[in-house]
């Protein structure tokens, strides 16, 4: 008698796991789209378009952070899929989803470009055809040139800038439908700031890099002194370059202030990166602060537009 009741269980239980076991798993298509890094592409988008100061619409923002959203994390789980070998070898990103089995690698290829696809589409017909121009070119550059050049070359770490300084010309794109020079001016400065902010994240995962074949620069140079000088080097680039705003008359004190105490003191945690004595801690410390020094500059650079024109 009592064995009838049990196979009812049992037989109840395996179909709970049999229904658990097929269902969508949404943590893993969320973790595949970076969403950390997607999030800074989209605030670096909308620093673009509010920094253009034209008059605009509620609908028209919405396409553009909608579509620029859907083009980051398109790209992001497109890198993914191109990487999972390497992912599945590098102690940092194993738990990643295609690594980690959550999804497999055809689901991912296939997410990747219908997100890709409807955020490049909802750019050119929300926006304006130059946005999604930039949203397809972002996409291409991050997963077709700089995540195969990840293998070959210790300068995939500048190709790959290029693509994450695009999104706030995407802004400017969709706010005015076309670049003027503080767009220009905008992406030069994500473009140098990612070095130094690289440059940390290299040498701290250097070990984790060599391992996953990456011939990353911090790899190649075992003493880490090249990539600390590198560092060095775009970050003095960078803060001429972030002062031209208020040069050209784009800008006034507001962000002229906060450009030149933030380079300053992100040109000295460059400067304790080059030296050899706790390079590990440095590399932190000019993480850490890079982190902070980007929305820093960027917010300030639209409060200043949108209080003093």
């Not at 290299?202 to 002194?225: C, I, N, Q, T």
């Not at 970050?235 to 002062?243: G, K, N, Q, V």
Request: net charge neutral.
């Amino acid at each position: 008698m009592s064995a009838k009741p049990s196979n009812s269980l049992s037989t109840a239980s395996e179909l709970i796991d049999s229904s658990s076991s097929k269902a969508i798993p949404w943590a893993g298509y969320y973790e595949l789209t970076k969403p950390r890094l997607s999030l800074l592409s989209v605030i670096t988008a909308l620093v673009g378009y509010l920094a253009a100061l034209p008059s605009r619409d509620l609908a028209s923002l919405s396409h553009f952070l909608l579509g620029t959203a859907l083009c980051a994390a398109g790209a992001a789980a497109l890198n993914q899929w191109l990487e999972r070998e390497q992912d599945s070898i590098m102690e940092r990103t194993q738990d990643r989803p295609i690594p980690s089995g959550q999804i497999t690698p055809q689901a991912a290829l296939i997410f990747g470009l219908s997100l890709s696809a409807l955020g490049t589409a909802q750019l050119y017909w929300g926006a304006n055809p130059l946005a999604g121009f930039l949203g397809a070119a972002t996409i291409i550059t991050y997963v077709l040139i700089y995540t195969p050049l990840k293998r070959v070359t210790r300068w995939a770490t500048e190709f790959g800038a290029l693509p994450g300084a695009i999104p706030p010309l995407i802004g400017w794109a969709a706010a005015e439908g076309s670049i003027s020079s503080l767009g220009w001016i905008l992406f030069a400065i994500l473009t140098l700031w990612q070095i130094p902010h690289f440059m940390a994240i290299a040498w701290l995962y250097r070990d984790d890099y060599e391992k996953g074949g990456f011939p990353m620069l911090s790899v190649v140079d075992k003493s880490g002194d090249r990539v600390a000088r590198w560092a060095l080097i775009n970050t003095l680039a960078l803060i001429p370059i972030s002062l031209l705003p208020v040069a050209l008359g784009h800008c006034h004190w507001i962000y002229g202030s906060v450009a030149l105490v933030f380079g300053l003191w992100f040109l000295q945690r460059s400067v304790a990166f080059t030296r050899k004595e706790n390079r590990e801690t440095t590399a932190k410390s000019l993480f850490v602060n890079s982190i902070i020094y980007l929305p820093a500059v960027l917010f300030s650079l639209v409060i200043d537009r949108w209080i003093l024109g």
